[in-house]
């Protein structure tokens, strides 16, 4: 079944746009067991990541995606008066996270508590239901390879839990970082790396 899986996957690897929904995507590469590895080495990746934070619901909190020399990096400052918190997306094209099963990533935090978010087709209501699981960095201030299984993504609205919703990771349409610890203040996460992988056999 994960061959299988795994072929369809670098079967769609091959259409324009496979991936990232935009066009003229960053490099995606793949191996066995990490089919998708998302490339953020140069300022051109690093480009298809936008900021949504809490302004669009009157806030103030900034930041947003930049390239630093060889990766990514996620910085700004939060202000919980009115909202607090700022995030990264990166638009998904349909199915190309079909058959995955978890997110791994090479990060450097400052030790506040981000979380990995996923977007599909979900709706509770008529608003957007968006899956996120903390990433589970235990060192600050250094380079740390994290795994976010797809089991562990809870259904929010707004930051608030909801229930009797489902993760489909073949809807996927957009994937992100998003940091809402309700403390005021300057953040920076480095992103070295980022795979989108199946269960390993055997």
Not at 48 to 61: C, E, I, P, Q
């Amino acid at each position: 079944m994960r061959a299988l899986s795994v072929t369809i996957l670098l079967g769609a690897l091959l259409l324009p746009s496979a991936l990232f929904a935009q066009d003229n995507p960053p490099e995606v590469h793949s191996s066995s067991d990490c089919p998708l590895q998302i490339s953020m080495d140069t300022a051109d990746a690093v480009s298809y990541w936008r900021s949504v934070n809490d302004g669009v619901m009157g806030g103030l909190s900034s930041g947003g995606p930049e390239f630093d020399e060889t990766h990514m990096v996620f910085a700004g400052v939060i202000n919980t008066d009115g909202g607090g918190f700022s995030s990264i997306r990166a638009q998904v094209a349909n199915g190309a996270f079909a058959g995955m099963d978890m997110l791994k990533l090479r990060v450097k935090s400052d030790g506040r508590v981000y979380k990995a978010t996923f977007r599909t087709d979900a709706r509770y209501g008529w608003r957007e239901v968006s899956f996120q699981a903390p990433l589970p960095v235990k060192s600050t201030g250094e380079w740390v390879d994290v795994t976010v299984p797809f089991t562990d993504l809870r259904p929010s609205v707004f930051g608030r839990p909801v229930r009797d919703v489902k993760f489909d990771a073949s809807k996927v349409k957009s994937i992100g970082i998003i940091l809402a610890d309700g403390q005021d203040g300057p953040f920076r996460l480095e992103v070295q790396s980022m795979e989108v992988c199946g269960l390993m056999v055997g």
